[in-house]
């Protein structure tokens, strides 16, 4: 989900606030086609990201390109807006209760010994690694994603050259959003969710974006990793209820030493 | 066409002006009662919320279905509806409002920290807040102090669900029974909660309970997490290091889907998961989606008394009006508050704030639908000491009243069967 | 324009104090929660605003600031009075270490709002883990009534009080924007860089303003907790204060004297016309629906802020006048 944010804010400098509940309607959609249609999360995935890039088309056309040179904040209220109005869709249309996708894989687990793996964590883990292969070929290997990475360097630039900066900005988001789409139905069976679960999935990628890097696909992926494991060592040493300490305060420590990130270039 | 003078139609203008300007004083009775049922039915706890809401709407249309309040002329009961989003500035907002558009008594909220930022509207505006659930001790305590300290002339908030400390007391005292008779006698408990609102107050509740009764198992660890979880199996491998014989889990429905199959999946072996009381075990929506890993757990909740000749007829209207869910904890609580709402009027006869409060102090309700110890009073805090909670235990895929036995529909299954 | 606008001022003026006598108390109280949040938009104004470092995490000075009164109040029995500037001084203090650290490793725009949610954050976390402040269950205060614990058994109280804390902050912002401070802020909000090169300290300039602006996030929470009379680390340390804060002088126009209070003037009621009208029946949500697109139609039609666009009608009228 952090490599989604990435790429909308490494590009087009959004801030997305509307990100984490983006991710719940994946969720709720890899949901519906479980239980309505019979398909299972790690295959309706793909559907998934697909609906949500047609609707990250819509809102960015919509939306976001009316307020592009608008100022910082009014982009953050606008994402703002976009969030209470998906979270309470949501509501709406699902209801209050959390959900969990059931799937057989997301049941399984697998012993070495004392030692135990679960699948489904380990089925997501494998996806997650086939999708950021696939977006990095996509965005180093494409015209497309080439542009892309031009107009997030320098958009003024890609301009001189010729490339239609609003379409890339649209692309982006939608591929963004498709990511989104793509990691809330591969955590469904992992993650319980209901319709304010957005702002949680919100704050916790912004998180790992930063700690990995903003802009860095690789970086947005081991940030990810980072922030799992430093909230597992801080509840098995601290409370557990205090492990949310550790990743913010890691957040912290990075944004002084290193604001770009670990991965990231280091922003002027 | 008859005429209307001018001196006529003046004296009847005049009339009606002076009616509208004083409604309660010169009419007979009004013709409705309007009570604020103040939830929260958007935000994280929406769902709760949303089941107190139904709740309380069946209620009042049995209630009025059953002739109104036969004391006032039949006055029928008029539900008003609030909204806090789980927020406090907007449950006071909303308690203000609906006071506005002439709520006479309140009820709500679920929410502890809401149901808190209600308590001073009712004392400002004099209007009798019913607290239909909300467990914090602190709500009505802190009310009667300022009353006993007589820095506030008149309680106007009162509570028919059992506070957090009356939680834990049942609880340790359910599991003391439930050992006794099935004649095991664990010696590790580790005590998992949520560490929100809720959760540290029941754990709180439960600690010093068990502190008090110093029983012969121990609470040899406490491990809370933050509320809503995104993982639990570091909690759950701590807990396993435990060793525990009972784990004992005060959930939220979305930290429970984590937290059973997690315990599965880790193979922990225990006697049983007993829980001290929480939401997230029992419900329809819970057994869906958690289907085999809720068999046979056990908490203790508030519940409603299967054997009550109404309970049943009700749980079979409540399927239906919601779709599906299951009359439980909130929903029969906020039914029974409007009830206790009703008789109340039947004995006050009027809607007079202090009358009210008169005849809320002097409530001996019996006709209450929930598990209790008693029928529903006001002890001098403003609580209701008869509210008790009772133990259920989820077998075949249905949660059923265990204990206490006089209440039970089924016997327990304790220590659970190996798989 | 200006005979126009003082004019328009000396009415609210004297309009706002008589409103209550003239209203019930639902609008008593809709109003104090506007005063309220102008009040705060108007101290995330001086760092948000004027100095444009964006900030979304004020919650944690409101936050510390209600819990700091409600203790020294409840514990040790001082009045809140004076606990509302302990409050203000320990928020201010966060604020000069939020503002140390992110100025002075030259942290902007995104990275700053990140760091801020994070300070937040921990503070929420922490609040939540320590039993001596109640800890997740949230500490309750007791009404009372009584003036000396800044409580009021009248609604009207609190009305008059939220009115004289934006009023003052308003008058505040404008005395400052006119010294040197507010256009070395307003400077460094345009570019910072062309502010340094030209000799200003702008560190020191953004210090001042993050510490204000914390002072006064701070005081208020001193009303937030004796007016709600429940502190609760999720809420009053959770983001969506944060952005209930942020939201209305965004809106109104961020960095103007007027645009918090404007903004608070058109979002509150909209927020009560959305949950009066649609909050009834089933639809459980509708309400925040219509309410969040409602916001984004002010964005998208307003995306200077209210005010600015406001100004300039007022004076195309007196132009033509």
């Avoid at chain 2, 068990?210 to 701590?238: C, G, M, Q």
Wanted: hydrophobic fraction near 50%; include cysteine; aromatic fraction near 10%.
């Amino acid at each position: 989900m952090a490599v989604g944010l990435t790429l909308i804010f490494g590009v087009m400098r959004v801030v997305n606030f509307a990100h984490g509940d983006m991710m719940v309607w994946g969720m709720y959609l890899a949901w519906l086609l479980a239980t309505r249609v019979g398909v299972d999360p790690y295959a309706s995935f793909i559907l998934c990201a697909a609906v949500l890039f047609v609707a990250g088309l819509f809102v960015q056309r919509l939306l976001v390109q009316r307020i592009v040179d608008a100022p910082h904040e009014m982009q953050i209220l606008l994402m703002l807006g976009v969030a209470l109005v998906l979270e309470n869709a949501a509501l709406l249309f699902f209801g209050p209760e959390p959900q969990r996708v059931r799937s057989p894989l997301a049941q399984s687990t697998l012993w070495l010994g004392s030692v135990f793996v679960d699948v489904a964590r380990l089925v997501t883990f494998a996806v997650a690694i086939v999708l950021t292969v696939v977006l990095s070929w996509f965005l180093f290997r494409t015209d497309i994603g080439r542009s892309i990475r031009a107009a997030a360097d320098n958009p003024y630039g890609a301009l001189v050259i010729g490339t239609d900066v609003r379409r890339v900005y649209a692309i982006a988001f939608g591929v963004g959003a498709a990511c989104v789409g793509a990691a809330g139905a591969l955590v469904a069976p992992l993650l319980p969710f209901q319709p304010p679960t957005g702002l949680q999935l919100s704050v916790a990628s912004f998180n790992i974006v930063i700690i990995g890097g903003m802009g860095s696909l690789l970086g947005a992926f081991v940030g990810g990793l980072l922030v799992s494991v430093a909230e597992s060592l801080g509840a098995v040493f601290l409370k557990p209820s205090l492990k949310e300490l550790v990743s913010f305060s890691l957040l912290v420590l990075i944004l002084l030493v290193r604001p770009a990130g670990i991965f990231g270039k280091r922003v002027a | 066409m008859p005429r209307v003078s001018r001196r006529t139609f003046l004296r009847a203008t005049a009339s009606t002006v002076a009616l509208g300007a004083f409604p309660r004083a010169l009419r007979a009775q009004p013709k409705t009662v309007k009570i604020a049922a103040i939830h929260c039915v958007t935000g994280p706890l929406a769902e709760p919320g949303q089941a107190c809401r139904l709740a309380a709407q069946i209620a009042v249309d049995h209630v009025n279905a059953a002739g109104g309040i036969k004391a006032m002329d039949g006055a029928k009961l008029e539900l008003m509806l609030g909204d806090t989003q789980t927020k406090a500035d907007v449950a006071r907002a909303e308690a203000e409002r609906l006071i506005n558009a002439g709520a006479q008594i309140l009820m709500g909220t679920f929410n502890s920290a809401d149901t808190n930022a209600i308590v001073p509207v009712a004392q400002q505006r004099r209007v009798p807040f019913l607290v239909d659930i909300s467990a914090a001790d602190p709500i009505t305590a802190n009310v009667a102090k300022a009353v006993k300290e007589g820095q506030q002339k008149t309680q106007y908030v009162y509570r028919n669900f059992p506070t957090g400390t009356l939680f834990g007391v049942r609880a340790v005292q359910y599991f003391n029974e439930i050992f006794k008779e099935a004649g095991v006698s664990p010696k590790r408990v580790v005590l998992m909660h949520a560490n929100d609102l809720f959760g540290s107050n029941q754990a709180r509740g439960f600690q010093a309970a068990h502190k008090a009764a110093n029983p012969s198992w121990e609470i040899v660890e406490v491990i809370p997490w933050p509320e809503p979880p995104s993982d639990l199996s570091t909690e759950v491998s701590r807990a396993k290091a435990a060793k525990p014989d009972i784990i004992a889990p005060i959930t939220r429905p979305a930290s429970a889907q984590l937290l059973l199959p997690e315990i599965r999946k880790q193979r922990v072996e225990v006697l049983g998961i007993v829980g001290p009381g929480s939401p997230g075990l029992y419900e329809a929506g819970q057994l869906a989606v958690l289907k085999e890993d809720l068999e046979y757990v056990m908490t203790s909740v508030p519940w409603p008394n299967f054997k009550h000749p109404r309970a049943q007829k009700l749980a079979e209207e409540y399927v239906k009006r919601s779709g599906g869910k299951t009359l439980d904890t909130n929903s029969g609580y906020s039914y029974d508050g409007i009830h206790v709402i009703a008789d109340v009027l039947e004995r006050a006869k009027s809607t007079e704030p202090d009358a009210v409060v008169e005849a809320l102090k002097k409530t001996s309700y019996k006709d209450n639908l929930m598990v209790s110890t008693g029928p529903i009073i006001f002890n001098e805090i403003g609580d209701n000491p008869n509210a008790a909670p009772a133990m259920i235990q989820i077998q075949k895929q249905k949660p059923v009243a265990v204990w206490p036995k006089e209440h039970a529909l089924a016997k327990f299954v304790f220590p659970r069967p190996k798989a | 324009m200006k005979p126009l606008a003082l004019g328009a001022a000396v009415l609210v003026l004297v309009a706002l104090p008589a409103f209550p006598s003239l209203f019930g108390s639902y609008a008593v109280t809709l109003f104090t929660l506007i005063f309220f949040y102008g009040f705060l938009g108007q101290a995330w104004n001086v760092v948000g605003g004027y100095a444009g470092q964006l900030s979304a995490g004020h919650a944690a000075f409101l936050g510390i600031g209600a819990y700091t009164a409600a203790l020294l109040s409840v514990e040790r029995g001082l009045t809140p009075w004076i606990g509302m500037l302990i409050g203000g001084a320990l928020a201010a203090a966060l604020g000069g270490l939020i503002g140390f650290l992110g100025f002075r490793f030259g942290l902007r725009g995104f990275y700053f709002v990140l760091l801020t949610v994070a300070f937040s954050e921990i503070c929420r976390v922490i609040a939540g883990n320590t039993e001596a402040v109640g800890g997740a269950l949230g500490y309750y205060i007791t009404f009372t009534g009584n003036p000396r614990q800044f409580q009021f058994q009248d609604t009207r109280a609190y009305y008059y009080i939220a009115l004289a804390l934006m009023l003052a902050a308003t008058v505040l912002m404008a005395w400052l924007e006119r010294r040197r401070f507010g256009v070395y802020l307003a400077a460094i909000r345009e570019d910072e860089t062309a502010c340094e090169a030209a000799g200003v300290n702008t560190f020191k300039y953004k210090m001042l303003a993050m510490v204000l602006s914390a002072f006064l996030t701070g005081v208020g929470g001193t009303f937030y907790a004796f007016y709600l009379f429940s502190l609760q680390p999720n809420t009053v340390f959770g983001v969506p204060l944060s952005v209930e804060i942020i939201i209305r002088p965004i809106v109104g126009g961020a960095g103007t004297v007027l645009g918090p209070v404007v903004g608070s003037f058109i979002l509150s009621p909209l927020a009560e016309v959305a949950r009066y009208y649609f909050a009834q029946g089933g639809w459980h949500g509708a309400h925040l629906i219509v309410y969040g697109a409602l916001l984004i139609a002010v964005v998208l039609f307003l995306p200077e802020g209210a005010y600015p666009r406001l100004a300039r009608a007022l004076r195309r009228r007196a132009t033509v006048a």
